[in-house]
């Protein structure tokens, strides 16, 4: 389940709880029938069982799938990662799913790439979230809506200054929309044959100040 959160400039900030693995591989957030799926970055190296593509020197390509260190095309021909080869480039990642037993932790994560400080899984006897040790009820990583929350009070942390900023965003989103309705109401009533001292006196400004601002623009 995602935490929804602020989108600055374009980038999003959602959360999750992370489940985190032994050799550091973390959970992407989907479970199913067959565990946890494991989430991949951009950069990683390929794995097996990718759809990968190797380009050479001359511009030729090479595409299949990943099998330590080659690449097993559909007839057959096997191409190794190599002397020539000048790119490898993953087209297709292939899903890698792990049991919930596998899970030794958890860290709340935003989609902009911040993880918190982990939590250690511990049996439920050794449960004690002061010391940042939590524990599930049964076989399965999914927190109790207590320990989630726990966890999600980490994200809100993080998220409080680009919510902040999301806030200013949106008031001044705000403040130009009445600008713009302020200049046209102006424009009509200039049209309609106001003195600058009648619109300076509705607005709160002398008709010198209110002839500086929207003369100008007329």
């Not at 390929?46 to 090479?62: H, K, Q």
């Not at 890698?96 to 989609?111: E, F, K, L, M, N």
Request: hydrophobic residues 40%; contains cysteine.
């Amino acid at each position: 389940m995602g935490w929804m959160g602020p989108v600055v400039d374009g980038q999003e900030h959602e959360g999750w709880v992370v489940p985190l693995f032994a050799d550091g591989a973390q959970g992407a957030g989907t479970s199913s029938a067959r565990g946890l799926l494991i989430a991949r970055r951009p950069d990683d190296e390929p794995r097996n069982g990718d759809r990968v593509r190797l380009t050479y020197r001359d511009g030729s390509t090479a595409e299949g799938l990943w099998s330590d260190g080659t690449v097993l095309r559909g007839d057959g021909i096997v191409h190794s990662h190599s002397s020539g080869q000048v790119r490898l480039e993953v087209i297709d990642q292939a899903e890698q799913w792990r049991p919930d037993a596998a899970v030794v932790g958890w860290a709340a994560g935003c989609t902009c790439g911040w993880r918190g400080t982990p939590w250690t899984r511990v049996p439920p006897e050794l449960a004690d979230p002061a010391a940042r040790r939590l524990a599930t009820a049964g076989p399965w990583a999914d927190l109790e809506a207590a320990d989630e929350n726990r966890v999600r009070q980490e994200w809100r942390r993080h998220i409080a200054g680009w919510q902040a900023l999301k806030e200013v965003e949106q008031a001044a989103a705000r403040q130009a929309a009445a600008d713009r309705a302020l200049d046209e109401a102006v424009r009509a009533a200039v049209a309609a044959g106001a003195s600058w001292a009648d619109i300076g006196r509705v607005t709160g400004l002398t008709a010198r100040s209110a002839t500086q601002r929207w003369s100008v623009r007329d």
